[in-house]
């Protein structure tokens, strides 16, 4: 029973007042971060909608990611953001904005090895996927000549025949 008359010990009641002050305690912090990320994009067109924390999530696994991006890529331009698990995200499909970006502005990029590629890593090592800087400068260059235009342009059709003989054997 009760330890004091009037003071109720039910565990919903606690767990409420303790949800209650956590998010007093934490809102305006939540907020000051959120506007900070925010404004460090302006001026790209940002996907609308979304939940606080959440961001667009629910949008991604609506449907194949790849689709919505497409979707979003095309309702945006090659050059968007979207807001998913407290991060902001930007998405270039645009090819100028790719070339400028991997010929003359890669410094200013990072990959995101601690959140978009963590659960891959251990497939994808640390190849020039993953790497950055020197070593991903060296890999690019010990792999650019012998995947010349020329020679990629022969892979679809590889591929076809690959998934022809594949489908047959299933």
């Not at 998405?91 to 410094?107: A, F, P």
């Not at 800087?133 to 059709?157: E, H, N, T, Y």
């Not at 022809?164 to 299933?170: I, N, S, V």
Request: glycine content about 8%; aromatic content about 10%; overall charge positive.
């Amino acid at each position: 029973h009760d330890v004091r008359p009037g003071l109720s010990m039910d565990p919903v009641v606690l767990a409420t007042v303790f949800l209650v002050i956590v998010v007093l305690l934490v809102s305006p912090q939540v907020a000051r971060q959120w506007n900070r990320m925010r404004f460090r994009h302006d001026g790209i067109p940002q996907v609308s909608g979304g939940l606080p924390i959440l961001g667009s999530a629910l949008d991604m696994i609506a449907g194949a990611p790849y689709t919505v991006m497409t979707k979003w890529s095309q309702e945006l331009g090659g050059i968007y953001k979207f807001y998913i698990f407290g991060q902001w995200c930007v998405s270039v499909s645009d090819r100028t904005g790719l070339k400028e970006i991997m010929q003359t502005k890669i410094k200013g990029f990072s990959k995101d090895t601690g959140w978009t590629y963590k659960p891959f890593l251990c497939l994808l090592g640390t190849g020039i996927v993953t790497s950055e800087g020197k070593l991903w400068f060296k890999q690019r260059s010990l792999i650019s000549k012998p995947f010349k235009v020329d020679i990629l342009k022969v892979i679809p059709r590889i591929a076809t025949k690959a998934t022809k003989r594949l489908t047959k054997l299933l």
